[in-house]
């Protein structure tokens, strides 16, 4: 079994979804960022086969509550880009004895302990990248780099073809993983409805979100 690590990049709260402003207020999207985040690492830190996690942020309060669970953090400084934050975050991890790195965003709110262990079981050769999308075939949902620095790190509108690429230029072995409940993050007012009618929650009050929220819907895994 190969040593991986999780790294879950965090945007500040008080910055976060942006393009939901129209829909839900400051406040509102820093919960809705904080809650998934809370997701994330809850899911993580449950996965026996993941060695740490570790979480880079600017933000002092996603730090300490990071800290809360036990996990690793870095504290990410200078000019914000998110590829900058990951490579240094796999050096990080890597001087800990990382065979592999599993990067994992902090939006992705309905991932499961099952997701990570099968992506983590696809990636423990050498020499693999696995990739699972978002419902769009757009971003990339989670990224499991075997070993870390493999290839460089490509997020960013298209980051799913990209990392594809790069992975087949390097000579590595591409699996993507398909997953309903991996699949949807939340960045645009779709997203933001499809998160209230598959959950069952009901939209904040003085949001504008016009979601109908379906109590007692749940999400298949795809196969």
């Not at 390097?170 to 779709?190: E, F, M």
């Not at 009901?202 to 109590?215: E, F, M, Q, V, Y």
């Amino acid at each position: 079994m190969i040593n991986t690590w999780a790294i879950v990049p965090v945007k500040p709260f008080n910055r976060a979804k942006s393009r939901l402003a129209k829909i839900l207020t400051p406040q509102q999207r820093a919960a809705l960022a904080e809650k998934m985040f809370r997701h994330s690492i809850e899911v993580l830190t449950k996965v026996k086969q993941i060695a740490g996690v570790l979480v880079i942020s600017r933000d002092t309060h996603a730090l300490h509550l990071a800290r809360q669970y036990h996990v690793h953090t870095v504290q990410e400084s200078g000019t914000p880009e998110l590829n900058a934050a990951l490579l240094r975050a796999s050096q990080v991890v890597a001087t800990q004895g990382a065979d592999g790195v599993l990067v994992l965003p902090a939006d992705v709110p309905f991932v499961t302990v099952e997701d990570i262990e099968k992506i983590l079981h696809m990636g423990r050769y050498n020499a693999t990248v696995v990739l699972a999308p978002d419902r769009n075939d757009n971003g990339t949902n989670a990224l499991l780099v075997n070993p870390p620095g493999f290839i460089p790190f490509a997020y960013g509108p298209g980051s799913f073809h990209r990392h594809a690429i790069m992975a087949d230029e390097a000579g590595a072995t591409v699996k993507i993983y398909r997953s309903a409940t991996i699949a949807l993050d939340i960045d645009t007012p779709p997203d933001l409805d499809m998160y209230y009618n598959l959950s069952g929650e009901l939209p904040p009050i003085g949001s504008a979100s016009l979601a109908h929220p379906a109590n007692g819907v749940t999400i298949a895994e795809e196969p």
